[in-house]
């Protein structure tokens, strides 16, 4: 089949094969592109969308990268069950096996020293939402009209001040709890709060962290989250995961991007 190679992730070999109905970006199966002890996880895609023009005026489209980032993640989470992925960005693409192999020559060394880092370990993701203050969120039967000016500035004070508590309480809640996890992570990321306009979560997000945690001490991460999660009414927490470690995926170039 020609067109050009899309590369999904970089890692070591591994003797556990993928399942066999797996399919990538534009429905062809991924397949493994061997260069001395690493191996690209690559599969065809045409160049009438994936060559530079096409594929800059498709980035604009946003039906397309949506089914283009859920093909991708379907490749990097099949293969995080059976060996440990280091994931390049959406879109990376190249002409052929020989620039696939090209770019490997040129980052061997720091694609060893991250996957040597990362062996065993994988992505939790925790995020903390605000939601309305506790009188806001069930309905609640009309308020008396105020009587004067002054009566209006104070049930609005009032209500201010409800809210300002609720923020306080959380960024407490969320400090304590991004410490207690950090403590059984090897490492931690903390991203820019979610935009709810984009994420479609209800609430404000005041913690959007990353946690790096050896496979075998997931399930002891996973119970810490659980305890927490009714401590604070209006608090909301969210656990992701496991992921391939994209958050610390680039490391040696202080690279990070936000999932």
Not at 10 to 34: E, H, I, K, M, S
Not at 199 to 207: D, F, T
């Amino acid at each position: 089949m020609t067109g050009l190679r899309y590369v999904y992730a970089v890692c070591r070999p591994f003797g556990t094969p993928l399942q066999a109905q797996l399919t990538g970006v534009g429905g062809d199966p991924p397949r493994l592109l061997p260069h001395h002890d690493l191996v690209a996880v690559v599969s065809h895609v045409p160049e009438a969308d994936f060559a530079e023009e096409p594929l800059r005026a498709h980035l604009e489209d946003l039906d397309w990268l949506t089914a283009v980032a859920r093909a991708h993640q379907g490749v990097i989470d099949a293969l995080t069950t059976v060996t440990t992925p280091l994931p390049l960005r959406l879109g990376t693409v190249f002409r052929d096996d020989s620039g696939v192999r090209t770019m490997i020559e040129a980052r061997e060394e720091s694609f060893r020293r991250t996957l040597d880092r990362l062996e065993g370990r994988v992505e939790w993701g925790v995020k903390v939402y605000v939601e309305s203050a506790p009188e806001e969120r069930a309905p609640a039967p009309p308020a008396p009209r105020p009587a004067s000016g002054r009566d209006y500035l104070r049930q609005r004070r009032t209500a201010s001040r409800a809210q300002d508590d609720l923020w306080r309480r959380a960024e407490n809640f969320a400090t304590r709890l991004h410490e207690t996890l950090s403590e059984c992570a090897e490492d931690s990321r903390i991203h820019a709060p979610q935009n709810p306009a984009l994420s479609g979560a209800s609430g404000r997000n005041v913690l959007n962290a990353a946690y790096l945690v050896p496979r075998t001490q997931s399930e002891e991460f996973v119970e810490r989250v659980d305890r927490t999660k009714d401590g604070e009414p209006g608090i909301r927490v969210e656990l992701t995961g496991p992921w391939a470690a994209y958050s610390f995926a680039g490391e040696e170039t202080s690279g990070e991007e936000e999932r």
